[in-house]
Nanobody, 120 residues
Framework: QVQLVESGGGLVQPGGSLRLSCAAS????????MAWFRQTPGKQRELVAT???????NYADFVKGRFTISRDNAKNTQYLQMNSLKPEDTAVYYC??????????????WGQGTQVTVSS
């Protein structure tokens, strides 16, 4: 069983910064990709950023230039550095881990979420 432990959320003023961390543990065979999603009440969960096992990154347009996703493979930990935060960034942020335990099977694991609130 894979467990994801998130940290780093909190309250920050507009223009401020936060760094989210997500540490994975358990039966990790092969990490295909890591990602961050976010969700606000009444809205669908949306993709924020992804990073593949070979280091390729992808960002949603609304965070590009402000957020940076990274990983530490040795620690099975992913990070989301969030700069120039805006009130509309307020959401619960979820880390996602995509693992291929066997060929042809892709499993997604989720953290419990961490609240990010951007407000004056």
């Amino acid at each position: 069983q894979v467990q994801l432990v998130e940290s780093g959320g909190g309250l920050v003023q507009p223009g401020g910064s936060l760094r989210l961390s997500c540490a994975a543990s358990g039966s990790i065979f092969s990490i295909a990709a890591m990602a961050w999603f976010r969700q606000t009440p009444g809205k669908q969960r949306e993709l924020v950023a992804t990073i593949t096992s070979d280091g390729n990154t992808n960002y949603a347009d609304f965070v590009k230039g402000r957020f940076t996703i990274s990983r530490d493979n040795a620690k099975n930990t992913q990070y989301l550095q969030m700069n120039s935060l805006k009130p509309e960034d307020t959401a619960v942020y979820y880390c996602n881990l995509k693992i291929v335990p066997v060929i042809g099977i892709v499993n997604n694991y989720w953290g419990q979420g961490t609240q990010v609130t951007v407000s004056s």
